[in-house]
Each structure stands twice: as C-alpha cells, then as structure tokens.
C-alpha cells in the first residue's frame, strides 16, 4: 500500500484473498484508489503511456549487454502477476515506487497445492500520473535479483535495500526431489541493494560480518540521515521471534544493535508494519504463531530515532475485542467500533500527521479484512511527533463483513476491493 500526498489517497495492489463462504482462496493483480476524503475505493487500470511521458522527462538509461538477454516481464498483459508477500516501496530522490519478489504458492499450476518454489524476482515500477487519477507499471528488465517472499524493504536515495526474507534453498529442492518432498524456504540474512537508474541489484557482502540474524516477517524503514532500522521477524527452523531493533549505516555499511531498555518494549513479533512519523518508528500489529495457533496484537508503538527508545502510544488488544483501544475511532459506520482488531500481514502508510491501516488476517475470529483505518496525530514540529491520547480525528470506512462482500462478488455489483492480504 501506498499515501500519495498530491491527492490524498490510498493505492493497493496484489495480495491474497479467500472467500470462507465457497472455500475459494485466490492470489490479486489488481489495483484500487481510495479518496481519503470521499471515503470511496474505485478500481483503476493502469494506463502505459504513463510511462512514455516518464521516459520523455527523465530518459530510459542505457542497456547492457546483460539487461538486454535478461530476464523478461512476468506477464504478457504489463502488469506483474498476482501475487502477495510482495514489497511496494517508495523510492526517494525518483517519486516512483519498486514493487519487488512476493509468491503465488505454485497457484498458475493448483491453488490449493502449494509450491514454495514459486518465487518472483522481477522488480516493476509503480508511477502515478500528476493529478493521481492514473498509475502504470513499467518492468524494469535487468539482471535477475534474489527470488524472496516475506522479506522487507526500504528507499533510501534512489535505490531499494531489501534485507532478509524466505528463499527456496535450491540444494534442499535437489536433495528432497527423489524422495518426494516439495523442499523447504529458509530464512535469509542478506542486505542487497537496487538502484532504479541502472536497474542493477548488488549484494552488501560488506554488511555481513555486522548482519542482523537470518529472518523473515520483520519490518525496515529509512531512518535518520540515510539510515535503514530493522525490527522483529522470526528465524527458520524452530527459532523465535525477535523484539530486536537494528541500525544500518550506509556510509560504513555495517549494522549494530540497539541497546534499548528491556521496558517499556513491544513484545517479539512478525508480520507486523512499521512506518515513519516525524523522528519516530510507528510499529502496529502483528502476531505471534506456532502451528495450529496465532495470537495477534493490535497494539501501535513508538521508536525514537533520536533517543533510540520506546514508548506505547496505544495498549490496543490481543484477540480480545472487550480490551478495545479508545484512541481509534470509526466513522462512516453503521457500527462504530473504536479500535482495529488485532491483525497481522496487514500494510500501513504513512502521512505528514496520520497512520493509515489497510486489511490483513486475524485468529480470533479467522478472517481477513478490507477495512481502513486512520490514526491521527497532532503535529507539533517536525522533527517529533506528538502522540496524543485522544487524537484530533480518526476514522475508519469501508470495513468489508466477508459474507456481504461475498454477495456483492456474487452479483457483480462491489465496488471495494476483496478481503486480503497486502
């Protein structure tokens, strides 16, 4: 998901959906705007000659012999194939966004066997025409990336850093192939680099004596002067999840942990969103999951990038809808509810003053959503969010109650996107 601040609005596009009412799950291609102010989602096609403008103003850059046999676009139509556990990522200095790897679990051959081999490693670009009405996709062809799901991204001076994530360990596939086995995907530690005008990735070999442990599930933004800061995720194999914060100098190339105090913290987690506001590191939701069991968190909380500590801006809940948070509010219901239930695998933007929450999966009850919600805060300067207790104005619409969304599908009448995983 995506804020774009010239109209106000929110873009999606990809994910994973399931209707419970028919058993049917499916992996989404499509994109949908939805006007903060109208309070309305419209689905919108993507319109090429985007692009051609872009190319008149900026200009293509020059192929290498390498990017010319290079890999070619995952779709004949031009827009990249469904999928989910993709990453979308702004990229500043450029005003575009790189979508980048995800899976389709092996859906093109059966949607209910899944294949973790089915990984992607094609990088689009995501352009929104001037008055935000139109986007395009452009693949931009080039030397192949790593092939990653789950795995988390940041913009940082027009290229993409990409750390960690869940690859398919090719010996295991060679291993596992007489015996049957479909093979496994293992948890990464690797830090690579893309930079959008020469579409070249490069893998940050010096970054790995210094690197954070293999994970996946976990969170990366763009801190303070250039910087990357990592949180959570889980390690493969029967490791735990992680409640770590890490520190990526790009100048050095080298990471260090932060020492912050043991409380307050926010409990280890993967699969949660985490946005920057001011000087500090928004963290929301998430889960804590072992096999047959998830208990999710709906709480949101603050890292200074400056003190390098954390504060709770809301308690939230676990599962429990009595522990509502008062500081969320929906309107535009016939229900209001006052906080979003606890969630992970949810996406989360951010805005000059506000929070914007879209989607994502709960345990408690099981089911996935189609709802937005808004935090907002009071903005005293820019360089420090104040996070206020009862916020000037928070809103939530669109909350898609499965069964109904359903008998929309059935009749051909929605005008929401469907129930889903970003």
Same mark, same amino acid.
């Given at each position: 998901?995506?804020?774009?601040?010239?109209?106000?609005?929110?873009?999606?596009?990809?994910?994973?959906?399931?209707?419970?009412?028919?058993?049917?799950?499916?992996?989404?291609?499509?994109?949908?705007?939805?006007?903060?102010?109208?309070?309305?989602?419209?689905?919108?096609?993507?319109?090429?000659?985007?692009?051609?403008?872009?190319?008149?103003?900026?200009?293509?850059?020059?192929?290498?012999?390498?990017?010319?046999?290079?890999?070619?676009?995952?779709?004949?139509?031009?827009?990249?194939?469904?999928?989910?556990?993709?990453?979308?990522?702004?990229?500043?200095?450029?005003?575009?966004?790189?979508?980048?790897?995800?899976?389709?679990?092996?859906?093109?051959?059966?949607?209910?066997?899944?294949?973790?081999?089915?990984?992607?490693?094609?990088?689009?670009?995501?352009?929104?025409?001037?008055?935000?009405?139109?986007?395009?996709?452009?693949?931009? $062809?080039?030397? +192949?990336?790593?092939?990653?799901? *789950?795995? /988390? =991204?940041?913009?940082?001076?027009?290229? !993409?850093?990409?750390? %960690?994530?869940?690859?398919?360990?090719?010996?295991?596939?060679?291993?596992?192939?007489?015996?049957?086995?479909?093979?496994?995907?293992?948890?990464?530690?690797?830090?690579?680099?893309?930079?959008?005008?020469?579409?070249?990735?490069?893998?940050?070999?010096?970054?790995?004596?210094?690197?954070?442990?293999?994970?996946?599930?976990?969170?990366?933004?763009?801190?303070?002067?250039?910087?990357?800061?990592?949180?959570?995720?889980?390690?493969?194999?029967?490791?735990?999840?992680?409640?770590?914060?890490?520190?990526?100098?790009?100048?050095?190339?080298?990471?260090?942990?932060?020492?912050?105090?043991? $409380?307050?913290? +926010?409990?280890?987690?993967?699969? *949660?969103? /985490? =946005?920057?506001?001011?000087?500090?590191? !928004?963290?929301?939701? %998430?889960?804590?999951?072992?096999?047959?069991?998830?208990?999710?968190?709906?709480?949101?909380?603050?890292?200074?990038?400056?003190?390098?500590?954390?504060?709770?801006?809301?308690?939230?809940?676990?599962?429990?809808?009595?522990?509502?948070?008062?500081?969320?509010?929906?309107?535009?219901?016939?229900?209001?509810?006052?906080?979003?239930?606890?969630?992970?695998?949810?996406?989360?933007?951010?805005?000059?003053?506000?929070?914007?929450?879209?989607?994502?999966?709960?345990?408690?009850?099981?089911?996935?959503?189609?709802?937005?919600?808004?935090?907002?805060?009071?903005?005293?300067?820019?360089?420090?969010?104040?996070?206020?207790?009862?916020?000037?104005?928070?809103?939530?619409?669109?909350?898609?109650?499965?069964?109904?969304?359903?008998?929309?599908?059935?009749?051909?009448?929605?005008?929401?996107?469907?129930?889903?995983?970003?």
């Amino acid at each position: 998901m995506l804020f774009d601040n010239k109209t106000a609005s929110l873009w999606i596009t990809h994910g994973y959906a399931y209707e419970a009412a028919v058993s049917n799950p499916y992996y989404i291609s499509n994109t949908w705007r939805y006007s903060i102010e109208g309070g309305a989602w419209v689905r919108v096609q993507p319109s090429p000659e985007l692009i051609e403008e872009r190319r008149r103003k900026v200009g293509p850059p020059s192929p290498s012999p390498a990017q010319v046999a290079a890999l070619k676009a995952s779709s004949a139509d031009g827009v990249p194939e469904a999928r989910m556990a993709a990453t979308l990522t702004h990229i500043p200095g450029e005003d575009v966004w790189l979508f980048f790897g995800g899976d389709d679990g092996g859906a093109r051959a059966s949607i209910r066997a899944y294949d973790a081999r089915a990984l992607f490693s094609d990088v689009w670009m995501f352009v929104i025409s001037d008055d935000g009405s139109q986007f395009a996709w452009e693949h931009l $062809e080039g030397e +192949p990336g790593p092939k990653l799901r *789950h795995h /988390a =991204a940041a913009g940082v001076d027009g290229a !993409m850093y990409v750390f %960690g994530g869940l690859a398919f360990d090719e010996a295991q596939v060679q291993a596992g192939a007489a015996a049957g086995l479909n093979g496994n995907a293992v948890p990464q530690a690797d830090l690579w680099r893309y930079e959008v005008a020469s579409r070249k990735w490069t893998l940050l070999e010096c970054a790995a004596a210094t690197a954070p442990a293999a994970r996946f599930g976990h969170s990366l933004v763009a801190g303070r002067d250039g910087s990357l800061v990592l949180f959570g995720g889980k390690a493969g194999g029967g490791g735990g999840l992680s409640d770590d914060v890490h520190i990526f100098d790009i100048q050095s190339c080298s990471w260090r942990v932060v020492a912050a105090p043991a $409380e307050p913290r +926010p409990a280890a987690r993967y699969y *949660h969103q /985490a =946005a920057v506001l001011g000087s500090a590191m !928004m963290v929301f939701g %998430g889960a804590d999951c072992e096999p047959g069991t998830c208990t999710c968190m709906g709480d949101l909380w603050a890292f200074d990038l400056v003190g390098e500590s954390w504060s709770l801006v809301e308690a939230g809940s676990r599962d429990n809808p009595e522990a509502s948070a008062k500081q969320w509010k929906r309107a535009r219901a016939r229900e209001p509810e006052r906080y979003p239930i606890a969630r992970y695998q949810h996406s989360m933007v951010a805005s000059d003053n506000a929070l914007y929450v879209f989607g994502g999966e709960s345990f408690r009850p099981y089911a996935y959503y189609a709802d937005v919600w808004q935090f907002a805060f009071r903005i005293v300067s820019r360089e420090s969010p104040s996070l206020v207790q009862h916020p000037i104005l928070a809103f939530t619409c669109l909350l898609a109650v499965l069964g109904y969304l359903v008998h929309l599908l059935a009749v051909g009448v929605s005008r929401q996107p469907a129930d889903h995983l970003q």
